[in-house]
């Protein structure tokens, strides 16, 4: 058994997701429990070196969790024949500029999403990854969450029969600033510097519609900027000038109908922050981030609309609960293992890659289009 060192440059691992998600629950915890084993009894060992603009604040984090590199000069670290991952979760704005410049110095990609501002960007990005021979992969994480993969596995069995409609309900009250500090950074809500709840979300919808219930068809979707004035992370006011909630129904193959709502102002009163309910001819769904219910043709109550009188049904009780049969560790880690493991060249099929990306983008771009023209908008099959 060896050790296989791949050296990695993670860039932007300061900001929420990328320190919580990819450092910390991630790479941090692959090393700390000795790499990602394969197939012939090697470990891959990630070595990866931290690179930002703040050097205390990448020392500290360093110190805190075992990573021995940091730097502030990527162009250095993009230099170093040694490390041959570059990874991004900056902001969408930078992303499409710094994939190409870590193309260039021939490092394989894997980064977060929106892969960038616009489906021409995104497609490019494609074109000059398989010109350079590269491997890449886009965040894709809400597949790997357990309430999808039991959703799944649900419909794999065949127990709902065929699909009619997916309901998805996302998001939760993001505070303005004012009374209590914002939970999401201040950018989210600025047009010029990437933010935008469609751009953001309708890419997360892209690939969960399209990997677990249907290929996604058309889209139509209404934006809305509910909170005009938020406060950045200093209590100072600014106009927030881009879409906070978005209401989107979408055609998928096979005839089955999706809607979705995503929305950073509303209160939640459901199983979880984000739900999935699926009803199909001989049953139904419904997954949280980490449980799904289930209900069959055969134990459906059957109600009596009757507004006199009060709902005597208790309509929860009719669920099961789909068993965790098995463990589901963090999604975000298991999406680095198998990229990890492509890179190694254990896993030679990897579908989770920049055109997966693209496909988000090009969603994200019909919905923004469909709210500005009313319309519904056909997503064409993509080629780069």
């Not at 990695?8 to 929420?16: A, E, K, N, P, Q």
């Not at 919580?20 to 941090?28: F, P, T, V």
Request: negative net charge; charged residues 25%; aromatic residues 8%.
């Amino acid at each position: 058994m060896a050790q296989r060192r791949i050296g990695l440059i993670m860039h932007g691992v300061t900001g929420r997701m990328g320190m919580n998600q990819h450092l910390i629950r991630s790479i941090a915890a692959i090393r700390r429990e000795g790499g990602v084993p394969l197939a012939n009894g090697d470990r891959i060992m990630p070595d990866p070196i931290i690179v930002g603009r703040n050097r205390e604040k990448l020392e500290a984090l360093a110190r805190a969790h075992g990573i021995e590199r940091v730097g502030t000069d990527l162009d250095a670290a993009l230099a170093d024949p040694d490390d041959t991952i570059f990874f991004d979760a900056a902001t969408t704005q930078m992303r499409a500029e710094l994939i190409r410049k870590a193309i260039a110095a021939g490092k394989h990609i894997y980064c977060e999403k929106p892969t960038a501002e616009n489906l021409e960007d995104a497609l490019d990005l494609v074109r000059v990854a398989k010109a350079a021979g590269i491997k890449h992969g886009v965040v894709q994480d809400k597949l790997f969450l357990p309430g999808i993969r039991k959703m799944k596995m649900v419909i794999d069995s065949g127990f709902l029969g065929r699909i009619l409609s997916v309901r998805g309900e996302f998001g939760y009250w993001v505070f303005e600033g004012d009374l209590q500090p914002t939970q999401r950074p201040s950018w989210n809500y600025k047009k010029n510097e990437g933010g935008g709840i469609i751009l953001d979300m309708l890419c997360h919808w892209r690939y969960v519609l399209d990997n677990t219930f249907g290929a996604t068809r058309s889209v139509s979707c209404l934006g809305a900027t509910h909170i005009p004035v938020r406060h950045d992370e200093n209590n100072k006011p600014y106009d927030a000038d881009t879409d906070d909630a978005a209401y989107a129904t979408f055609q998928l193959e096979g005839g089955i109908v999706a809607q979705i709502n995503s929305s950073w102002t509303t209160r939640v009163r459901r199983d979880d922050l984000v739900t999935f309910h699926v009803d199909g001819t001989h049953g139904s769904a419904v997954c949280g981030l980490t449980d799904c219910w289930t209900q069959a043709r055969v134990n459906t109550p059957k109600p009596v609309w009757n507004p006199d009188e009060p709902q005597t049904i208790n309509f929860y009780e009719g669920w099961q609960k789909v068993p965790s049969t098995q463990p589901y560790p963090n999604g975000f880690r298991v999406q680095w293992e198998e990229f990890l493991k492509h890179v190694a060249g254990e896993r030679a099929d990897y579908p989770w890659d920049l055109m997966a990306g693209a496909k988000g983008v090009q969603l994200a771009e019909a919905g923004l289009q469909s709210w500005a023209e009313r319309r519904w908008i056909d997503l064409p099959a993509l080629e780069a």
